[in-house]
């Protein structure tokens, strides 16, 4: 039936609806859809196991140490995984792309200096970087942030410099050369839409990266600060008590399977769809 | 080859020196130490000693200075956590737990990766090629903390087969270790898979066959030889996620290494010992990769006779 529909066939169904209802409505509506408040606490009903384990379907995936509905909160903490990922990949992938084409259409030693940068950031542990940032300034928001945007932006310079290299030495860039156009105008107007295709993927494979990565750092307590019911915090929570209460890590932990998977299946289809040299990536 | 791997040293040194500009900087915007190294009801008088003592009123390029050549015999100070010890020998004392965990899920990722992703290549499209395939994207979507409590749950907790955390015998080291190596599985199984698939394919198998080479032979000396350059170049960045994976995983089964001193290190603000565990982390990733260097030098004679 698929076949007869190409965009349904190109566009798997099971990861999308996967994320809609993990990550995307719950982003938005959580404050509709969640039975209870994430943040109110009730001293009568705490630790409560989930429905089937002898909970009821008042609290369907059980409550935490202070009586917080676990349902409640992982759907607030969707916000934080969805923030965070698209904030730090929008701001990663503008910082990378447009260094990766000054190095790329520059070349000499502005592309040496470029490079070498992206190197380094790789060779620094990227955990280690927000340790120390929280160290200074404890955990935030915006340092989740900054690390994200330090781990990814050189896997978008490298391939934006790679293509722009490929790129310029293409007839039409020659012709729109010849033809008086500045520097700035080829490298946007001509340079930039041929490489569209690779940062969309590129952004996208990201993703289930980004989310690991701000739930890790929330787990060690040097992400999202409390009382954020964010993801990892969320595991976090639960490792003290996993002898006796498995519910409070197994949930929020699930949720981040569950959307990073969903994410990585949609990445490859949309890779093979939109860019299918990218594979060795 | 002596060109090729003086150029790479260059450029290892090149970052390390990057490195210590940037945990430089970032130890001056900590705060000032004089607050944390000193009780609240210190004199001025006290202040300025301490001040002049460590060099902080002195021009910030001569601390920077000062900073390197003091980090170039290993000298960061003394901890500020650990009393009576300096930050390079706390964090020596781990170093060894974090060596043996990390060791142990390297060759578990490689014992278990390579003939995984050698198996999937040959018998495409078989049951091994799926095993890999899943292996593959649940490594890529597992966040290796979890993975980590749902092991200890199933395994420590329900099952009573292992311990649930702390330092000991193999036994501790296991649910850690295989946490750890679950991502580098996925990584290396991909590559090695890919890598063989294309070598599989080319021209030399088809004549070792054709002049009847056993299939043996032909998948382990004739293919596997040639394929074995791509997952060899991944091992400097496996060394380096292993180290940032200790951090996490050390921490979730309480393993007093490297990476679970650093988190301790940072909720106690003993910035020396945080800036001691980078530094160190750095020189590994950046040995580990100058060592595949060498490596990929000795295997591909195209960079050997350059």
Not at chain 1, 234 to 243: E, F, H, N, P, S
Not at chain 2, 36 to 44: N, V
Request: include cysteine; proline fraction near 5%; aromatic fraction near 10%.
């Amino acid at each position: 039936m698929f076949n007869r529909i190409p965009f349904l066939r190109r566009f798997p169904v099971i990861p999308v609806a996967i994320l809609l209802v993990v990550l995307i409505i719950p982003a938005f509506f959580a404050t509709w859809i969640a039975p209870h408040d994430p943040y109110t606490s009730n001293l009568r009903a705490r630790l409560v196991p989930p429905v089937g384990f002898g909970g009821s379907w008042d609290y369907p995936l059980g409550t935490d140490r202070l009586g917080r509905c676990m349902l409640s909160r992982i759907l607030h903490g969707a916000k934080y995984a969805l923030g965070i990922s698209m904030i730090g990949i929008v701001l990663g992938a503008v910082v990378g792309t447009v260094l990766g084409l000054i190095s790329g259409y520059l070349r000499g030693w502005v592309d040496v200096f470029i490079m070498r940068l992206v190197d380094i950031t790789f060779a620094l542990p990227s955990i280690l970087l927000a340790l120390a940032l929280a160290a200074i300034s404890g955990p935030s928001f915006s340092l989740v942030v900054i690390v994200v945007v330090f781990v990814i932006w050189g896997f978008f310079a490298r391939q934006v410099r790679a293509e722009t290299l490929s790129m310029r030495e293409r007839d039409f860039v020659a012709k729109a050369r010849v033809a008086g156009a500045s520097d700035t105008r080829i490298v946007l107007k001509y340079i930039l839409p041929n490489i569209a295709n690779t940062i969309i993927v590129l952004a996208t494979l990201q993703i289930g990266v980004v989310i690991i990565l701000e739930a890790s750092l929330s787990f060690l307590g040097i992400g999202i600060p409390r009382p954020a019911p964010a993801w990892g915090l969320l595991v976090a929570d639960g490792r003290q008590l996993i002898v006796s209460n498995w519910w409070i890590s197994l949930f929020p932990g699930l949720a981040i399977l569950l959307t990073v998977l969903s994410v990585n299946l949609l990445g490859d289809r949309l890779r093979d769809w939109l860019d299918p040299k990218l594979r060795q990536v | 080859m002596l060109k090729f791997l003086a150029h790479r040293l260059i450029h290892a040194l090149i970052s390390l020196l990057v490195i210590t500009v940037i945990v430089f900087s970032l130890s001056h915007l900590s705060g000032n130490p004089i607050d944390a190294m000193l009780p609240d009801d210190a004199t001025p008088q006290q202040i300025e000693d301490l001040t002049r003592h460590l060099g902080l009123d002195r021009p910030i390029l001569v601390q920077y200075l000062t900073f390197l050549q003091n980090a170039a015999v290993g000298d960061f100070g003394d901890s500020l956590k650990w009393k009576g010890q300096t930050a390079a020998q706390v964090v020596l004392e781990r170093m060894p737990a974090t060596l043996q965990l990390g060791g142990l899920a390297l060759l578990i990722s490689v014992v278990v990766a390579i003939p995984l992703g050698v198996l999937a290549a040959v018998y495409k499209n078989t049951i091994f090629d799926a095993t890999a395939t899943v292996i593959a994207l649940l490594g890529q979507s597992l966040p290796a903390f979890w993975l980590g409590i749902v092991l200890m749950w199933i395994f420590a907790v329900t099952l009573g087969w292992l311990p649930t955390s702390g330092h000991g015998g193999l036994s501790h080291m296991i649910l850690p270790a295989i946490s750890m190596a679950w991502f580098q599985i996925s990584a290396l199984t991909r590559l090695t898979r890919s890598a063989m698939l294309e070598v599989l394919d080319a021209e030399y198998i088809k004549l070792a066959r054709v002049k009847g080479v056993r299939e043996q032979q032909v998948i382990w000396k004739h293919a596997f030889r040639n394929a074995a350059i791509v997952p060899i170049t991944y091992f400097g960045v496996l060394a380096g996620s292993l180290l940032t994976g200790s951090v996490v995983i050390e921490t979730v089964f309480n393993w007093p290494g490297t990476g679970w001193l650093a988190i301790t290190a940072i909720q106690g603000r003993d910035f020396p010992v945080v800036q001691t565990v980078v530094l160190f982390f750095a020189v590994l990733f950046l040995l580990a990769n100058f060592v595949v260097d060498v490596l990929y030098a000795l295997i591909d004679p195209r960079i050997r006779n350059a």
